[in-house]
């Protein structure tokens, strides 16, 4: 699965890209992912899905209402496009299953071109007294939820989130280092054949992000990180469909 480029992209790429909708002549295109093929409309509707870090838990509100990952989304896309419509629950930990299904029916038939789904997985596979096996089955659950999505998915792999534990998670429902690995391995199995994903290394990004980029549960992004976290997303889906829209 071709789904990034090596090294880094150079400004005046970006600038031609944006200026002429396509590659410069004296090279061939990049390489991309089917999904990818049409990328200059892969912002123009973008759904988000998944549980409170997605919906915005602790982020305040605007207008009336709370704000979410989809209205930092809208805020970092700069090209024209319908306004990122939100998906994600804040009550996901209660029923990772039936709140999965429920989502996933509604993206469905919103029909987007970008599914974000940055922290879609991560309770099917937290949980008090769940032992590897428990773990592994219901991550098979959500993966299998995720099959039907047409177009681009942003999927997020499972952190480390030991920073949160006696604070919004108790110990047992934080998976063994050994079975997390495990699980992020199964993760990437099942992407790797599947074009129109492209993973994103929330784990990574944790240990790279700014101080202040956690809230003080230890499991929440601050909008601060969250705006991080949102532009560190666009790169990677910039990575994997570069064509003009995506950046």
Same mark, same amino acid.
């Given at each position: 699965?071709? %789904?990034?480029?090596?090294?880094?992209?150079?400004?005046?790429?970006?600038?031609?890209?944006?200026?002429?909708?396509?590659?410069?002549?004296?090279?061939?295109?990049? !390489?991309?992912?089917?999904?990818?093929?049409?990328?200059?409309? $892969?912002?123009?509707?973008?759904? /988000?899905?998944?549980?409170?870090?997605?919906?915005?838990?602790?982020?305040? @509100?605007?207008?009336?209402?709370? @704000?979410?990952?989809?209205?930092?989304?809208?805020?970092? /896309?700069?090209? +024209?496009? $319908?306004?990122? @419509?939100?998906?994600?629950? %804040?009550?996901?930990?209660?029923?990772?299953?039936?709140?999965?299904? #429920?989502?996933?029916?509604?993206?469905?038939?919103?029909?987007?071109?970008?599914?974000?789904?940055?922290?879609?997985?991560?309770?099917? /596979?937290?949980?008090?007294?769940?032992? +590897?096996?428990? @773990? &592994?089955?219901?991550? *098979?659950?959500? &993966?299998?939820?995720?099959? !039907?999505?047409?177009?681009?998915?942003?999927?997020?792999?499972?952190?480390?989130?030991?920073?949160?534990?006696?604070?919004?998670?108790?110990?047992? %429902?934080?998976?063994?280092? +050994?079975?997390?690995? #495990?699980?992020?391995?199964?993760?990437?199995?099942?992407?790797? !054949?599947?074009?129109?994903?492209?993973?994103?290394? &929330?784990?990574?990004?944790?240990?790279?992000?700014?101080?202040?980029? &956690?809230?003080?549960?230890?499991?929440? !992004?601050?909008? *601060?990180?969250?705006?991080?976290?949102?532009?560190?997303? %666009?790169?990677?889906?910039?990575?994997?469909?570069?064509?003009?829209?995506?950046?």
């Amino acid at each position: 699965m071709q %789904m990034s480029r090596p090294g880094g992209v150079h400004p005046l790429f970006l600038l031609w890209l944006l200026v002429v909708g396509g590659p410069p002549a004296w090279g061939a295109a990049p !390489p991309r992912s089917s999904s990818c093929a049409r990328a200059s409309a $892969t912002l123009s509707r973008v759904a /988000v899905m998944g549980a409170s870090v997605s919906a915005g838990f602790g982020w305040g @509100r605007q207008e009336g209402r709370g @704000r979410t990952l989809a209205d930092l989304l809208d805020d970092t /896309v700069a090209t +024209e496009h $319908t306004p990122v @419509r939100n998906f994600a629950s %804040m009550w996901f930990f209660k029923n990772p299953l039936a709140a999965g299904q #429920r989502q996933v029916g509604q993206v469905l038939t919103y029909a987007p071109t970008l599914t974000v789904a940055v922290d879609f997985l991560f309770w099917f /596979v937290h949980g008090a007294e769940l032992d +590897e096996a428990q @773990r &592994l089955a219901r991550l *098979e659950q959500g &993966l299998a939820l995720l099959e !039907p999505l047409p177009g681009p998915i942003l999927l997020g792999e499972l952190p480390a989130m030991t920073a949160a534990v006696g604070k919004a998670l108790e110990p047992g %429902m934080l998976p063994s280092p +050994e079975t997390l690995a #495990r699980l992020n391995r199964r993760i990437s199995e099942w992407a790797r !054949p599947r074009d129109n994903v492209v993973l994103l290394p &929330l784990g990574t990004w944790l240990v790279r992000s700014p101080d202040g980029s &956690l809230q003080a549960d230890g499991l929440h !992004p601050t909008r *601060e990180g969250a705006k991080w976290i949102a532009a560190r997303m %666009m790169d990677s889906l910039f990575e994997a469909c570069p064509a003009p829209g995506v950046h």
